[in-house]
């Protein structure tokens, strides 16, 4: 069965310190893998993607996700956290089943929170 | 570029009632997607559409809910008659779709409430 799998419901982080919301995959074939951010009373917004390529993905306001196929990983980091990066984030794959539209399999989410 | 589009933002109806939801997707865009959030079961996607065919409504809760694409720039989803238990907020997204752009674009969400 193709899921993503974020183990933590919740990230607390310090303000300037690095941060990462982990993401596990499990796909058959080669992953497609994305992260959104979704802020609060907002719809959820691309952040980025992995296809193929670079393991080291960037992506907008500084996020960026490391593709790790031995460990079936594809954590989202940023070297440092601000204030305004708490929200909800859900990592997601393609589902391969779907040949002929992009649906995508979602995560449960991670509350990221960032104190000051 | 407009984004997805969705309206009402805010929808208060009472039980029984039907309500209709409305997006535009991102233009050029050829799959549409609608989902469902809420705090206990979280995202879950009801329906979506490849050139507006629906392909897979096996996300579609009951047979109270329906959804309809005429045409490439709209898209509704029904629900009649309405019961409290799908307050909730409703998010449609569209993608681009074909090889590498499977990325989806989400709208601001109807935040539906039944009373």
């Known amino acids: 069965a193709q899921s993503v799998a974020q183990p933590e419901d919740q990230v607390n982080v310090a303000e300037g310190n690095p941060l990462t919301v982990k993401c596990t995959y499990s796909v058959s074939g080669n992953p497609y893998l994305f992260w959104y951010v979704q802020y609060p009373n907002r719809g959820l917004q691309f952040l980025l993607k992995?296809?193929?390529?670079?393991?080291l993905v960037k992506g907008s306001y500084g996020f960026e996700a490391e593709f790790n196929k031995s460990q079936t990983s594809f954590h989202l980091k940023k070297p440092s956290a601000l204030v305004s990066d708490s929200a909800l984030y859900f990592c997601a794959v393609r589902d391969q089943r779907s040949s002929s539209a992009s649906k995508i399999i979602f995560g449960s989410g991670t509350r990221l929170s960032i104190r000051p | 570029d407009a984004g997805v589009i969705q309206s009402p933002r805010h929808e208060v109806t009472e039980m029984g009632q039907e309500v209709t939801l409305r997006c535009k997707p991102i233009?050029?865009?050829?799959?549409l997607f609608w989902y469902r959030q809420t705090m206990m079961r979280g995202l879950e996607l009801l329906i979506y559409f490849n050139n507006n065919v629906p392909i897979d409504d096996s996300g579609m809760p009951e047979d109270r809910f329906s959804a309809k694409m005429p045409n490439a720039s709209f898209s509704t989803l029904k629900i009649q008659p309405s019961e409290p238990r799908d307050s909730a907020v409703y998010f449609c997204?569209?993608?681009?779709?074909?090889?590498?752009?499977?990325?989806?674009?989400f709208g601001p969400g109807t935040r539906l409430t039944v009373t």
């Open positions: 233009s050029g865009h050829n799959s």
């Open positions: 997204a569209s993608s681009l779709g074909g090889t590498l752009s499977y990325e989806q674009y």
């Open positions: 992995y296809i193929t390529g670079d393991n």
